[in-house]
C-alpha cells in the first residue's frame, strides 16, 4: 500500500487499550487493563437507511489489510460525543442556515449527557464561535449569533477548516471521545488545503467526517457548472467533500431528504456503533481496515449495511 492518503497514528486512530469481559461486551466500567485493541466506528443501517439497533459482535467483520481480526466488542452510543459543527457562511446559504437553526434545540437532544459542540463558521476565512462545550444553552446561542450575522458574503473554501475542525479535536477532545465534524455547505467553492492532509489530520485524531448539503438556487447552480468547466481545480471540490466523508465511514444527506435534516443527522452520528477488535502486531506500520457485516450479521439484518473504513500507520 503506497504512503498517498495514509495517515500516522496508533492503532485505529490510537491503539486502544480495554480490558475484554465476557463475550467480549465492554460494560463501561474501569478495570485493569490486559489486552491492546483497535478502535473502528461504524455505519450500520437498514433497508430504509435507518439507524441499524441490535448489532452484536458475531455480526460484523473486520479486516486489516485484507486479514480477518478477531472483534472483541461491539457498542452502541456509549462513549461520548466531541461534535465540531462547521457552517458555510458564504453568499447562497444564509436561508438555508437560518431554517436549520430552527431545528437546533431539538437536534441537540440527540446528544447524551456529557457530549460537546463547538461552532466554526467559514466562507474564505474561518471563525470559531464557541469552544466544545457541554451547555445546550451556550450552543444554541452560539447558533443563533451566527444566523443573525447581517450578511452571509464571500467565496468559500471548504477543506481548509475541515482541517483546522479535525486539529482542534485531536488536540482538546479526550482520547475517550468519539470526535466528529458535522460540515453544513452546498459544495460551491474551492479546496484549500489538499485533501490528503485533511484526511492524515482526520486519520491521526480518530475524526469522522458528515456533512449535510444545501440545494443550489438556479443562478448559483449555473455559476458552478460554468466554474467546473472552466477549473478544473474547482470541479473537484463537491467529490471532495463526499469522498472525504467515504473514507472516514461518515454520514452524508441532502437537506431535501427529510423535513428535519439537522435532526436526523445528528441522530445517525450518535447512533454510530464502535468496534474494538484485535489488530495485527505492531511490525506492521502502514495498514487498511475495512469493516463491514459478517456471513452471519447479513442473515440475521436483511438488507442491512454496515461499513467503516480507515487508513492508518502505526508509529
Not at 487499550?17 to 489486552?35: D, R, S
Not at 480518530?206 to 440545494?215: E, G
Request: proline share 3%.
Amino acid at each position: 500500500m503506497g504512503r498517498t492518503g495514509v495517515g500516522r497514528v496508533e492503532g485505529f486512530g490510537r491503539l486502544a487499550v480495554a480490558a475484554i469481559l465476557c463475550g467480549g461486551v465492554l460494560a463501561g466500567q474501569t478495570f485493569e487493563a490486559t489486552t491492546t485493541l483497535a478502535r473502528v466506528e461504524v455505519r450500520a443501517v437498514d433497508g430504509s437507511l435507518k439507524p441499524l439497533l441490535g448489532l452484536e459482535i458475531s455480526d460484523v467483520k473486520v479486516q486489516e489489510n485484507d486479514l480477518v481480526r478477531p472483534v472483541r466488542s461491539v457498542a452502541r452510543d456509549e462513549l461520548p460525543l466531541d461534535l465540531f459543527l462547521i457552517v458555510d457562511v458564504s453568499n447562497s446559504m444564509h436561508r438555508h442556515i437560518s431554517a436549520l437553526a430552527k431545528q437546533a434545540h431539538q437536534a441537540l437532544e440527540a446528544l447524551k449527557p456529557g457530549g460537546r459542540v463547538a461552532l466554526m463558521s467559514f466562507n474564505s476565512r474561518s471563525k470559531v464561535w464557541l469552544e466544545l462545550s457541554s451547555s445546550r444553552a451556550a450552543i444554541e446561542a452560539a447558533i443563533a449569533d451566527l444566523v443573525q450575522k447581517k450578511n452571509f458574503r464571500g467565496g468559500t473554501v471548504i477543506n481548509t477548516p475541515i482541517h483546522e475542525a479535525a486539529k482542534k479535536l485531536r488536540q482538546e477532545s479526550p482520547k475517550e471521545s468519539r470526535r466528529a465534524i458535522l460540515i453544513l455547505t452546498d459544495g460551491n467553492g474551492m479546496k484549500g488545503t489538499r485533501s490528503n492532509t485533511v484526511l492524515e489530520e482526520m486519520w491521526e485524531g480518530d475524526v469522522t467526517l458528515n456533512a449535510l448539503t444545501m440545494p443550489m438556487g438556479k443562478l448559483l447552480r449555473g455559476l458552478a457548472i460554468y466554474q467546473r468547466a472552466t477549473s478544473p481545480y474547482m470541479m473537484a471540490v463537491e467529490a471532495s467533500v463526499s469522498d472525504l466523508v467515504k473514507k472516514t465511514s461518515g454520514e452524508l444527506m441532502t437537506m431535501t431528504e427529510t423535513t428535519k435534516p439537522l435532526v436526523a443527522i445528528l441522530e445517525r452520528i450518535r447512533s454510530r456503533y464502535t468496534v474494538h477488535y484485535d489488530p495485527l502486531g505492531t511490525d506492521v506500520k502502514e495498514r487498511k481496515v475495512i469493516a463491514g457485516l459478517s456471513n452471519t450479521g447479513k442473515a440475521r439484518h436483511a438488507k442491512a449495511t454496515v461499513i467503516g473504513r480507515r487508513q492508518y500507520s502505526v508509529r
